[in-house]
């Protein structure tokens, strides 16, 4: 059984930064595309960013230029670094892990609240 688990979320005010770490087997970093989803109340899920395993990395349009997706291999982790934060940030966060040319995902973490508020 593959875990991914997500910590770091919490409310932060609007324009202020948030890291979030996903904890998972260094077997998945090595092999899987690793990514970042949210979903807010009343919406669908959402991929935010997503690294592969050569290092090429996407982001959706919402959030270029302000959050940065990053894996640490040693440290068995995968980084998402959000900088000014908006409310329409808040969401549930998941940590995802996909194989190669598939569809995501494969796993799935079981999420962490980030709220943006004043």
């Known amino acids: 059984q593959v875990q991914l688990v997500e910590s770091g979320g919490r409310l932060v005010q609007p324009g202020g930064p948030l890291r979030l770490s996903c904890s998972a087997p260094?077997?998945?970093?090595?092999?899987?595309?690793m990514g970042w989803s949210r979903q807010a109340p009343g919406k669908q899920r959402e991929l935010v960013a997503s690294?592969?395993?050569?290092?090429?990395?996407n982001y959706a349009e919402s959030v270029k230029g302000r959050f940065a997706i990053s894996r640490d291999s040693s440290k068995n982790a995968v980084y998402l670094q959000m900088n000014t934060l908006k409310p329409e940030d808040t969401a549930v966060y998941y940590c995802?892990?996909?194989?190669?040319?598939?569809?995501?995902?494969?796993?799935w973490g079981q999420g962490t609240q980030v709220t943006v508020s004043s």
């Open positions: 995802a892990a996909k194989a190669p040319l598939t569809a995501w995902a494969d796993y």
């Open positions: 690294t592969t395993t050569s290092g090429s990395k």
């Open positions: 260094r077997s998945i970093l090595n092999s899987y595309t």
